[in-house]
């Protein structure tokens, strides 16, 4: 499963959404990864740092049916989702194959510990590092170096941030030249579907596009306003799009 240096784009919404296989990723020296979905776009039209966070990424996955559909409604370009999942057991198989090793920046001791145990059983060839930060809006400089320095001295393959958004995207933005690793992927609530903490939507609502909903039923206090006011948020930024495309 070797990485080839093919990089589709397509321009979205003003971002340039990856549209190939995981297969065809550019082949950089280091690579920032980042996901963006209905939610994280409305979001970077309110956060200036986030936005150019998002847009100083090398790829930049499509994971959400909303960002599809915007770019067939848009452009009437076809892209396949890739959630934030969907990459991490992509390089999970590709450094078994290799022995490589990955390190999980984010999540607490515990959520940490219980990704070990399962990727110990599933992916024994990997090699496993990890550090859990302070739970905080903003860290000191202190913290900053202190989770750089524990992250260049286990020297990853693979970086996995886990910090929320878009906590997790600001920080690997502005610490990608510092840290010794080949591919930074920020992808959120991942460490806690893997770790079994939190239960993804199964494969039937993702094949239908509905993992949205299924989120929305099993975390309604949480995942209400994300998905229902800013999906009201985005389709207004859709139309706005369309017709100032259009005149």
Known sequence: MMLTEVDSKVLCLGYPIYNSSLDNLPLKSKLLVNTINQYSYCIAEEDAEFKKALLGSDVILPDGIGITLAAKWLNGTSIKKIAGAD???????????????????????ETLAK??????????????????PPFKAQFTEEENLRMIEAVNSFNPDVLFVGMTAPKQEKWSYAHKDQLNVKVICCIGAVFDFYAGTVDRPGKIWRSFGLEWFGRLIKEPKRMSKRYLFYGVVFAKHLVDAKFSKVS
């Open 87 to 109: 990459f991490h057991e992509f390089q999970l198989k590709r450094l078994n194959e290799i022995n490589g090793s990955c390190f999980y920046l984010g999540a607490s001791n």
């Open 115 to 132: 990704i070990e145990k399962r990727l110990k059983n599933e992916y024994p060839n990997v090699i496993f590092g990890s550090y859990s």
